[in-house]
């Protein structure tokens, strides 16, 4: 499981997935982003993510993006997480 700093982040790396509530989102969407909530994500994860692609979660303060990424990791998905500082 990769971790990065959103400034090293390139599209070319994988798909970028916000992970915040929509209301967050929308208040601090993370350019480049797509929005799936974290609970949303946490268990729809098999109708959601496709094993074959990368996907980097972001959340505003790095604990919950760090935390699905470990749990994705575990399942077999290429993930990491971004730090946003």
Do not use: Q, W
């Amino acid at each position: 499981m990769e971790r990065i700093y959103l400034k090293d982040y390139h599209a070319s790396m994988g798909i970028l997935v916000d992970i915040s509530d929509p209301e967050d989102y929308h208040d601090n969407k993370t350019i480049g982003s797509i929005n799936i909530p974290y609970n949303k994500l946490l268990y729809h994860h098999r109708e959601l993510l496709n094993k074959d692609n990368k996907y980097y979660f972001c959340c505003l303060k790095g604990v919950k993006s760090k935390k699905i990424a470990g749990i994705l990791d575990a399942y077999g998905y290429n993930v990491g997480y971004i730090l946003k500082e």
